[in-house]
């Protein structure tokens, strides 16, 4: 466990019930936050790995690490197998609290899936508020801030995180010898595995599609 968290949350381990940390570093951080805050409840969104290939590649660009739009083949398959596979793997293999949803959904309905979250969160469900918190975390709005920001404070926007957002946008930079290739990278799939989840109504925990509750829950149920 790093130090640093250690002396900051050390007195509010058990208290703490939400966290927010984006990307889960192969893994890693996710068994760390778990061994940390063992109450807390973890939001897991998930993109096709197609479109996260596009985003990475110029996420790259635009900080100097590479030049030009080419994906070549090299490119993909270090990110399939030292991130995409190893996040993938480390989700399913968690056994802690944690609501999986999928990037795509989010574009095509954020309100489904925001009533979702927010459940799981225990979280205040009024429409009003849900409203607000589409609005606001719209990637639109979330693009036209950043762009402020930096004209604000003079900042290049070279290195301006968010571009497009889009869904499908794969398609107009990966051959089809690329798409098999991706494909093929993940026989076990893994990410339809993970999109199939549901999430116990009680407790949080991951359960297959056709159950509303883990059996823990469903035999305290029963049992009560």
Request: charge should be positive.
């Amino acid at each position: 466990m790093c130090l640093y968290y250690f002396n900051l949350f050390q007195n509010r381990r058990n208290s703490i019930k939400k966290i927010l940390e984006i990307g889960v570093g192969e893994g890693k951080g996710l068994r760390m936050w778990q061994d940390f805050f063992p109450n807390a409840k973890k939001l897991c969104i998930i993109r096709n790995p197609k479109d996260r290939i596009v985003s990475w590649n110029f996420h790259q660009i635009r900080k100097g690490r590479k030049n030009g739009e080419k994906i070549d083949d090299e490119f993909i398959k270090n990110y399939l197998e030292n991130q995409i596979k190893k996040e993938y793997e480390s989700m399913l293999n968690y056994k802690g609290f944690i609501h999986c949803f999928t990037y795509e959904a989010l574009k095509n309905n954020p309100k489904k899936v925001l009533v979702g979250i927010l459940s799981y969160l225990d979280a205040d469900l009024s429409e009003e508020i849900m409203d607000k918190m589409i609005e606001e975390a719209s990637f639109e709005n979330l693009k036209k801030k950043e762009i402020d920001y930096f004209k604000k404070e003079n900042i290049s926007q070279d290195i301006k995180h968010y571009r497009k957002g889009v869904v499908g946008e794969w398609k107009n930079y990966l051959s089809e010898e690329q798409v098999k290739m991706i494909d093929e990278t993940d026989p076990e799939g893994l990410m339809q595995n993970l999109k199939d989840y549901n999430t116990c109504e009680d407790c949080g925990k991951k359960i297959k599609p056709d159950f509303l509750k883990c059996y823990n829950c469903y035999m305290e149920d029963k049992n009560a």
